[in-house]
């Protein structure tokens, strides 16, 4: 059975940086490409970055150049350092594969205040 597992958020100032992390079990992970989604509270998830088995990454145009995702295959782990947050970078952030299938994890808390 899959498992996700988000971790990391917390309360930061604007400008200010997290580490999100999210441990994956139940499924193959190193052949997998693996995002990480956020979602504010009304609206849709919504596709932040994505890494595949080979470490090429791409992102939305909205965290392009202050995000970085990144991945450990030994540890069955993905990342995402979010730097220079904004207010509207706060939401709930999951992680699943680039096509994503349930279940999802719990996601984890990114708050930014002014």
């Known amino acids: 059975q899959v498992q996700l597992v988000e971790s990391g958020g917390g309360l930061v100032q604007a400008g200010g940086s997290l580490r999100l992390s999210c441990a994956a079990s139940?499924?193959?992970?190193?052949?997998?490409?693996m995002a990480w989604y956020r979602q504010a509270p009304g609206k849709q998830r919504e596709l932040v970055a994505a890494i595949t088995s080979g470490g090429s990454t791409n992102y939305a145009d909205s965290v392009k150049g202050r995000f970085i995702i990144s991945r450990d295959n030994a540890k069955n782990t993905v990342y995402l350092q979010m730097n220079s947050l904004k207010p509207e970078d706060k939401d709930v952030y999951y992680c699943?594969?680039?096509?994503?299938?349930?279940?999802w994890g719990q996601g984890t808390q990114g708050t930014v205040s002014t």
């Open positions: 139940g499924l193959i992970f190193d052949i997998r490409t």
């Open positions: 699943n594969r680039r096509e994503p299938k349930p279940p």
